[in-house]
Nanobody
């Protein structure tokens, strides 16, 4: 089974930037349909950004203009560039992709934004 592994999280001051990575365990993996989600304890996991099945790129309203999703399929890696971070962005960030009818999730990476 393919595994997704996130990295790049950490603690930053408000206004700072982080770039998250999601690497697939198989070099042939392609992030054609995939996304980033985040979750705060006690809340549901929410969509942050995704490559959808109709070819569009979708962003949550809360991150539009600040976050950018990208991918490098030659490296089987997806990214989330996060700029102008605010304390409300504090969460565990997960990457997600479909795989033979299943929904694959990484283990998550913590992002903490201090005010």
């Amino acid at each position: 089974q393919v595994q997704l592994v996130e990295s790049g999280g950490g603690a930053v001051q408000a206004g700072g930037s982080l770039r998250l990575s999601c690497a697939a365990s198989q070099s042939t993996w392609r992030f054609n349909i995939a996304g980033w989600y985040r979750q705060v304890p006690g809340n549901q996991r929410e969509l942050v950004a995704r490559f959808s099945d109709n070819g569009s790129v979708d962003y949550a309203d809360a991150v539009k203009g600040r976050f950018t999703i990208s991918r490098d399929n030659t490296k089987s890696t997806m990214y989330l560039q996060m700029n102008s971070l605010i304390p409300e962005d504090t969460a565990v960030y997960y990457c997600n992709a479909p795989w033979f009818g299943q929904s694959l999730w990484g283990q998550g990476t913590q992002v903490t934004v201090a005010s």
